[in-house]
């Protein structure tokens, strides 16, 4: 059965940090790009990093560039999203994806979808 299942999130702190996994099964994150989006309430979705097959090269949404960085566990299929210093404002429901590219990526934008989780949430308040 191929699915993304994501885990990780959960309340913090505005300043704070959090570390999402995403564990693929059913294939090999090898062998697509892989990355983030999120969905806050009210809000459409966003694309937030790409992580690339070929090569492991990244691509960041402006809002999270510096703060956000995506790397990936090649043996054990799994990729991460570290999240520092967080703001109330990337509070959204995260999803990891397939078939990402990092110019949409970069432009914040959502890319067509293949393969996605049920998502975590990620809550950052006071």
């Known amino acids: 059965q191929v699915q993304l299942v994501e885990s990780g999130g959960g309340l913090v702190q505005p300043g704070g940090s959090l570390k999402l996994s995403c564990v693929a099964s059913g294939f090999r994150l090898d062998f697509s790009n892989i990355g983030w989006f999120r969905q806050a309430p009210g809000k459409e979705r966003e694309g937030v990093s790409c992580?690339?097959?070929?090569?492991?090269?990244?691509a960041y949404a402006d809002s999270v560039k510096g703060r956000f960085t995506i790397s990936r566990d090649i043996a054990k299929n799994e990729v991460y999203l570290q999240m520092n210093s967080l703001k109330p404002e990337d509070t959204a429901v995260y999803y990891c994806?397939?078939?990402?590219?990092?110019?949409?990526?970069?432009?914040?934008?959502?890319?067509?979808?293949?393969?996605w989780g049920q998502g975590t949430l990620v809550t950052v308040s006071s």
């Open positions: 992580i690339s097959s070929s090569d492991g090269s990244t």
């Open positions: 994806a397939t078939g990402c590219d990092h110019q949409t990526v970069a432009a914040g934008r959502l890319w067509y979808l293949d393969i």
